[in-house]
């Protein structure tokens, strides 16, 4: 989260009931809405929320690039590296900085296009029913505590508004194809700081 006004800390005392949820945006977030989105088909029931990592280019942090990609403004010519990746259309409903600052980009009632082939908890394709928060970072590298805190106040929102039952890394849900967000990532730490059984989360090796 960025550093509170004072003002602003007033204004989070308010009561826990209130929600921090305006329809499917989360009020915690900078909003920068995505057109890479679509409807969840009918009756998908959003019990999954997948962890990614991300940095443009790799172990580049605090730009703008991430934020381009998801909005489809990214200078492909901008690095080398984005050769790799030009033409990509994708989005996740989150983004976590390093310092626990929070971007939202899809409704969490829509669909983002973030994990693509994928297959977990015996379901196919899991942006129908699932929500991505990409934590900004290397696939491999370690997590910054506030984004461990940020991740866990989101997981616990979620929580409030859809019937969630699995946290799992895109690793997980696609294991041929993707290795994010990798050995760094700290899956007891967010287990603990949830409070969650570990069943609802991957097995750790
Ligand atoms: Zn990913």
């Not at 506030?146 to 991740?151: S, W």
Request: aromatic fraction near 10%.
């Amino acid at each position: 989260m960025p550093t509170p006004t004072p003002k602003a800390e007033a204004h989070s005392a308010a009561p826990d009931t209130a929600s921090p949820w305006s329809g499917g945006w989360h009020s915690g977030a900078v909003h920068l809405p995505s057109p890479n989105f679509g409807p969840r088909p009918a009756g998908a029931v959003t019990d999954l929320v997948v962890v990614h990592s991300i940095s443009l280019p790799p172990g580049a942090y605090g730009g703008t690039a991430v934020q381009e990609l998801f909005t489809n403004a990214l200078d492909w010519d901008a690095h080398p590296y984005y050769q790799s990746i030009r033409g990509l259309q994708v989005s996740a409903h989150f983004f976590v900085r390093r310092d626990g600052t929070v971007w939202q980009f899809v409704d969490c009632d829509q669909r983002a296009w973030h994990a693509g082939a994928s297959w977990y908890r015996g379901r196919p394709q899991c942006n129908d029913d699932s929500i991505g928060i990409e934590l900004e970072g290397l696939e491999g590298g370690t997590f910054e505590p506030a984004q461990y805190a940020a991740l866990a106040r989101l997981c616990t929102d979620l929580a409030k508004r859809y019937p969630l039952a699995h946290v799992a890394g895109h690793e997980h849900i696609a294991p041929d194809r993707k290795a994010d967000p990798g050995c760094g990532f700290d899956w007891v730490r967010l287990q603990k700081i949830l409070g969650w059984d570990a069943s609802r989360f991957p097995p750790i090796p």
